[in-house]
Structure formats: structure tokens, C-alpha cells
């Protein structure tokens, strides 16, 4: 199982470009579907439909959500999806099994006020000019773009320079979209950049050397971790007024998207903006604002409001 897991790896890695972070998501699932057959002394090339269906009431037993059940079950589907075209088996015993589906959750989003709000903490509260032109370049950036934190964070500086009036942005499997850049976010980007080469300026001289990120740091990854820019935001929030519970890089991504969709823009539209492969995974936007339009109508139609 050992040596079927780590191909199946290596090839999502070398074949699909899959991000660290999906690997990693397939390689606990994978391990945990195969401890659950090596405690039933079966392993992956002898399990069929009923043994991965087994396995699936088992995750459900255990109070799994139905989004990490979807999640096993999709992770084992390409198991041996990819198992059948290397000739390990002969039968796919998963291409049959339907997943529970998803919950349909609604996306936390914030007003335009609390958007203004961040934007304003992020000059105002930080500790030296340096950091507040990254923070005010960061956080113009994810909200003019709905980019994706790792795409923000991992933005190469050479897309950036030249006061671009679209930013290139590469995201999940290499796919690559184009994004406009409001004047604000146009202005702080232009800021940073000149106090970002001063400083990969200075690092060289000490021997350091030059930064490919628009947003470098000196850890192993050579740019702003997604971590680090989490603990920003939420201390943006504080200084912004807002309950950080409710402010998370991804909070952004879904108030740009929410707040185009409430202003006209259209869903196909708002789609290659967030670099979705299909329009379904878009379309939750439309129930944010569907609960905005029914809260309208039920406060404020006449026929709406009950008799006294």
C-alpha cells in the first residue's frame, strides 16, 4: 500500500502540478482508508466496491462531516482511478460508489463599511512605514483581486512591476487568469514596490540574495507565509473594530465576489475573476445575495409586514 500511495503522489506532483497542500490532504486520507483495511487484513489491491462502502459508513459512524466524507472518497476514487491506468488492477472498484455530497453553506462575507473598515487599520495601525505599505499593498491587493491567500502571499515580483493595470495570476493546477487592479490597489502596489527594492537592496548587501516575491521574508519559503498573513488579518480586525472571528483571508475573497455579484457584475464573470474551474462552484454567490434580497423585501415591502 506503501509503494501504491507514494506513485499515486508523485504523480499528482509531477503530472497534475497538484499544490503541497492537496498532496498532503490525499496522503491522510489515503493512510486512513488503508488502516482501516489493514485492520480487516485487506489492503488496496484486494478491496472492492463493498470494502470502500464499508469504509464510508465507518467515517459517517464516526461523525464525520459530509464534506470530509466527500473529500475520502474523492481521494480514494483517484487512487484507483490512477491504480487502473498503471495495469495494478484491472477493475476500478470506486468508479460506482456515489459520495454523500456537500453541505451547502452559505460563505461569511462582510459589508462594504467593514471592508472600509480593514482597509483604514491597515495604515493606521501599523508599527513602522514598512510594514504599513505591505500591509495596505496586501490587503488592496486580495480585495481588488479575490485572489486566494497562497496565491497573494507567493505573488512573484516580476508580474507586479510597471504599474500594470492587470496582475497575471497563477492558480490551482497552473491555471492562469488576468485581474484587474482598481486605482487604490494600483497606487499601494506601486509604494511597496519601491520600499520593497530598497530592502532586497539592503539584503544584498549583506549577502542575501534577491528575492523573486513581491512579498519576501527570510523563512524557508522565501515570501510571506499564508500563516502569517492569517495573524495580520485578524489583527487588522481588532484594530478595525470587527469581531475577528469573522475576518479571514478567504472572508475577503468571498466579500469581493459578493459585493461585484451585488452591483451587477455577472456570474460568469465574477467566475474567471476567482479562477473557478466551473460555474457551480460560483454559483453559491447567489444565495448570499438571495438572503439579502428576501431580508429586503420582507423588511421593508408594505404587503410583507404583519397587521397589528
Not at 472492492?48 to 464525520?64: F, K, N, S, T
Request: glycine share 4%; proline share 5%; with cysteine.
Amino acid at each position: 500500500m506503501r509503494r501504491w500511495l507514494d506513485a499515486f503522489l508523485e504523480a499528482q506532483a509531477a503530472e497534475l502540478d497538484a499544490a503541497e497542500n492537496t498532496r498532503l490532504a490525499y496522503a491522510r486520507d489515503l493512510i486512513d482508508f488503508a488502516d482501516w483495511l489493514e485492520r480487516r487484513q485487506q489492503d488496496y489491491t484486494l478491496a472492492m466496491r463493498r470494502d470502500i462502502e464499508a469504509y464510508l459508513v465507518h467515517c459517517d459512524e464516526q461523525g464525520l462531516a459530509k464534506s470530509t466524507r466527500a473529500r475520502r472518497l474523492s481521494a480514494i476514487k483517484q487512487l484507483y482511478r490512477f491504480a487502473y491506468e498503471e495495469d495494478w488492477r484491472s477493475d476500478n472498484p470506486a468508479i460506482q460508489i456515489r459520495g454523500p455530497g456537500r453541505d451547502r453553506r452559505l460563505p461569511k462575507t462582510l459589508s462594504t463599511q467593514e471592508v472600509d473598515n480593514l482597509l483604514s487599520a491597515a495604515e493606521l495601525s501599523a508599527r513602522n512605514a514598512n510594514d504599513r505599505l505591505r500591509n495596505v499593498c496586501l490587503m488592496q491587493l486580495l480585495y481588488a483581486t479575490g485572489m486566494r491567500v497562497s496565491e497573494l502571499v507567493s505573488l512573484p515580483v516580476s508580474a507586479a512591476r510597471g504599474d500594470p493595470r492587470m496582475l497575471l495570476i497563477r492558480g490551482k493546477g497552473g491555471r492562469e487568469r488576468l485581474v484587474p487592479l482598481s486605482p487604490p490597489a494600483r497606487t499601494a502596489l506601486s509604494a511597496w514596490i519601491v520600499q520593497r527594492d530598497r530592502n532586497d537592496e539592503l539584503a544584498q548587501k549583506k549577502g542575501a540574495p534577491a528575492s523573486r516575491f513581491l512579498f519576501p521574508s527570510r523563512g524557508k519559503l522565501g515570501h510571506l507565509t499564508r500563516h502569517r498573513f492569517y495573524t495580520l488579518i485578524k489583527d487588522l480586525a481588532v484594530h478595525g473594530g470587527i469581531d475577528p472571528a469573522k475576518v479571514t483571508p478567504h472572508t475577503l475573497r468571498h466579500a469581493f465576489a459578493t459585493h461585484l455579484l451585488a452591483n451587477g457584475a455577472d456570474l460568469r464573470s465574477i467566475q474567471t475573476l476567482l479562477g473557478h474551474a466551473d460555474v457551480s462552484t460560483t454559483e453559491i454567490y447567489t444565495h448570499v445575495l438571495d438572503e439579502r434580497l428576501t431580508a429586503l423585501v420582507m423588511d421593508h415591502h408594505p404587503l410583507a409586514k404583519n397587521d397589528p
